[in-house]
């Protein structure tokens, strides 16, 4: 049984504002101990419920955010960036029997501990074939078309409710208690890390592969929080304008879906202007 772990940074213990996952800092220093433990107490779990092989892939920024040295052994880990399915990259080969999503937050336009859905600020929503949509959901519909199971969720309260709509059968931990986008009630890392791993081990059993899914066409819809972001993101083919701040595209499969969105997205965040954004 092999299990990948997508791992992001903003649902981990502890981990409540901007400071804590800004690359560099000395609070993301700080913050990578805990998002580790979170990491390693999954890759626990699911090697004590039967599982072979981990990978994890990281999933955060620039993707380099783990401590490799704190990973069990047995673990393989992903880190770096420019991957062909980016946050779930590893689980188109066929291999994998389930996916969890460790760290995982609420999206863009929600409640939750650092909501956002893949640019911190610009984008203010996302819709899935006219549903409000987060990581987690967009992630669990790529996994779906190659057979993967989401099977366990962890991250703060509401990334946990998020992920009911996506993912009912997964296991999810709560890490943490949302009272705003910046503050939660946080859990101490040993008591976190005990959760995850009898989550993960308890979840094991559910990685189970299953017929490919594609309940494609897709359509995607993005609003931004400002009308050039809109107009900038036009150059990628498919792509076009339903609003003011908004635009949509349509894509076969949740292969071609999430790929053109991390065009859109990579556009946007470059058509950025420092005072005016
Ligand atoms: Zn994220």
Request: hydrophobic share 45%; aromatic share 0%; charged share 35%.
């Given at each position: 049984m092999k299990i990948l772990i997508s791992a992001d940074m903003e649902g981990a213990t502890g981990v409540t504002w901007p400071g804590d996952v800004l690359p560099g800092t000395p609070q993301w220093e700080r913050c990578r101990g805990l998002f580790t433990s979170d990491v390693n107490a999954a890759a626990v779990g699911f090697f004590e419920g039967g599982a072979d092989e981990v990978l994890v892939n990281e999933a955060h920024w620039?993707?380099?955010?783990?401590?490799?040295?704190?990973?069990?052994?047995?673990v393989e880990m992903l880190t770096g960036r420019h991957k062909s399915l980016s946050m779930v990259e590893g689980v188109q080969h066929g291999d994998v029997d389930g996916i969890a999503f460790v760290g995982y937050h609420a999206g863009a336009g929600m409640e939750g501990v650092l909501a956002h859905t893949y640019l911190a600020n610009q984008i203010t929503g996302v819709w899935l074939n006219d549903v409000r949509a987060s990581e987690g959901l967009l992630n669990a519909h790529v996994a779906a078309e190659y057979?993967?199971?989401?099977?366990l969720v962890t991250g703060d309260d509401l990334a946990c409710e998020d992920a009911l709509g996506y993912a009912p059968e997964a296991l999810k931990v709560a890490v943490k208690d949302h009272v705003s986008r910046y503050a939660a009630v946080c859990r101490t890392p040993n008591r976190t890390a005990a959760d995850i791993r009898a989550a993960a081990k308890e979840a094991a059993p559910l990685a189970v592969r299953q017929e490919p899914q594609n309940t494609g066409p897709y359509t995607v819809a993005v609003e931004f929080d400002a009308e050039h972001l809109a107009m900038a993101v036009t150059v990628v083919p498919g792509v076009t304008r339903i609003g003011e701040r908004k635009v949509a595209y349509t894509a076969d499969t949740m292969y071609e879906g999430i790929r053109t969105f991390k065009a859109v997205t990579t556009i946007a965040s470059s058509a950025v202007e420092e005072q005016y954004g």
């Open positions: 620039s993707m380099r955010n783990l401590l490799l040295e704190d990973l069990d052994e047995r057979g993967v199971p989401v099977v």
